[in-house]
């Protein structure tokens, strides 16, 4: 393996997103819990600009960092959580148990992945370059895919629709 700064980057933003989602899942305040996850929007952001992905860095900056981190800061904002005692923890030997278990499992996966694709995939096919772009992502949705982009859509209005009305519900 090379050590370009291509490299680097992507190991350094790999190490800084696995450990900005642990800090997330750590925190006891919802609010540094968010801090966490929008430093790991911006690092999962910058693998994907390494991935030459560039339409997905952009819509992952603009989607997730700007409509779902605003929802989630709203949301934290009306649950006004002052009491934190009740969100405090016991520790038992089911939860190191459990603690256990995923690092093991971690430790597992990683053993699997480094051996699995050892030596494969060392050299970039040519549609690589093309294919994060926005214009081959339109053509993939809007030609092989536009059934389920459009199940997805009227999904999505559903949910919103839905929202409104209880929300009318609620304030009425």
């Given at each position: 393996?090379k050590?370009?700064?291509?490299?680097?980057?992507?190991?350094f933003?790999?190490?800084?997103?696995?450990?900005?989602?642990?800090?997330?899942?750590?925190?006891?305040?919802?609010?540094s819990?968010?801090?966490?996850?929008?430093?790991?929007?911006?690092t999962?952001?910058?693998?994907?600009?390494?991935?030459?992905?560039?339409?997905?860095?952009?819509?992952?900056?603009?989607?997730?960092?700007g409509?779902?981190?605003?929802?989630?800061?709203?949301?934290?904002?009306?649950?006004?959580?002052?009491?934190?005692?009740?969100?405090k923890?016991?520790?038992?030997y089911?939860?190191?148990?459990?603690?256990?278990l995923?690092?093991?499992?971690?430790c597992?996966?990683?053993?699997?992945?480094?051996?699995?694709?050892?030596g494969?995939?060392?050299?970039?096919?040519?549609?690589?370059?093309?294919?994060?772009?926005?214009?081959?992502?339109?053509?993939?949705?809007?030609?092989?895919y536009?059934?389920?982009?459009?199940?997805?859509?009227?999904?999505?209005?559903a949910?919103?629709?839905?929202a409104?009305?209880?929300?009318?519900k609620?304030?009425?």
């Open positions: 393996m050590f370009d700064l291509e490299t680097v980057l992507f190991f933003l790999a190490v800084l997103s696995v450990g900005s989602a642990i800090m997330m899942i750590t925190r006891r305040s919802p609010i819990s968010a801090i966490f996850l929008i430093l790991n929007f911006f999962v952001s910058g693998l994907y600009l390494l991935l030459k992905a560039q339409f997905i860095a952009i819509i992952q900056v603009l989607v997730y960092m409509a779902i981190m605003v929802l989630f800061l709203f949301v934290i904002m009306l649950l006004n959580l002052h009491d934190e005692g009740k969100l923890e016991t520790y038992s089911r939860k190191l148990t459990a603690v256990l995923c690092i093991f499992l971690f597992l996966l990683s053993f699997t992945v480094y051996f699995g694709f050892e494969k995939f060392k050299v970039m096919s040519e549609k690589a370059l093309t294919m994060g772009t926005a214009e081959s992502l339109g053509m993939e949705l809007f030609s092989n536009s059934f389920p982009f459009e199940l997805a859509s009227f999904l999505l209005l949910a919103i629709v839905g409104v009305v209880l929300a009318k609620k304030f009425e």
